[in-house]
T-cell receptor, first 116, second 111 residues
């Protein structure tokens, strides 16, 4: 069964600095997608960035970028120039369409604090 | 976003009572999901649907049932609520090869 592991329950970063959140996953599939979702105190789940496994180029969305290492099954999120509004829970998630009708599997989350 | 509405937003109920949570979408997405979120567990799949009247169990389905009589509505029912079902419940929708879109969640407290 596929699993997603986030080894950092909590992280802290100074405003304007860079932070990296870690995520590893386990799967026997070769075609899948990986995501980072942000959950602020409002409880809303917001898609931050998406990576398709067959694409070698790392995805980037403004200040957010990923380091996708397929062989190592690693998918870390880098937040540059951190802002106070980045404070939230961040969830790494995996999905494939092999047989589970596209079930999104989540890690347990990393709580990010941003210090002014 | 995907136009997902969850109702109610908050609910407090007593142990042993039935509870139904509703998810309504306006985007005609094929797949619909119910997740629960608990501290230290992330989000876990309860049930999902891949079409009208087509549903299947997820990782934590015991004590829950679902129904989907229309594309736009996906209902989650707790037949007899227990304190262990106190949680935040999220509905999500998706299409093939697309990221899931989430509703704003329902906070359920079972006393």
């Amino acid at each position: 069964a596929q699993t997603v592991t986030q080894s950092q329950p909590e992280m802290s970063v100074q405003e304007a600095e860079t932070v990296t959140l870690s995520c590893t996953y386990d799967t026997s599939e070769s075609d899948y997608y990986l995501f980072w979702y942000k959950q602020p105190p409002s409880r809303q789940m917001i898609l931050v960035i998406r990576q398709e496994a067959y694409k070698q180029q790392n995805a980037t969305e403004n200040r957010f970028s990923v380091n996708f290492q397929k062989a190592a099954k690693s998918f870390s999120l880098k937040i540059s120039d951190s802002q106070l509004g980045d404070a939230a829970m961040y969830f790494c998630a995996y999905i494939d369409y092999g047989g589970s009708q596209g079930n999104l599997i989540f890690g347990k989350g990393t709580k990010l604090s941003v210090k002014p | 976003d995907a136009g997902i509405t969850q109702s109610p937003r908050h609910k407090v109920t007593e142990t042993g009572t039935p509870v139904t949570l509703r998810c309504h979408q306006t985007e005609n997405h094929r797949y619909m999901y119910w997740y629960r979120q608990d501290p230290g567990h992330g989000l876990r799949l309860i049930h999902y649907s891949y079409g009208v009247k087509d549903t299947d169990k997820g990782e934590v389905s015991d004590g829950y049932s679902v129904s989907r009589s229309k594309t736009e509505d996906f209902l989650l029912t707790l037949e007899s609520a227990t304190s262990s079902q106190t949680s935040v419940y999220f509905c999500a929708t998706g299409t093939d090869n697309s990221p899931l879109h989430f509703g704003n969640g329902t906070r359920l407290t079972v006393t």
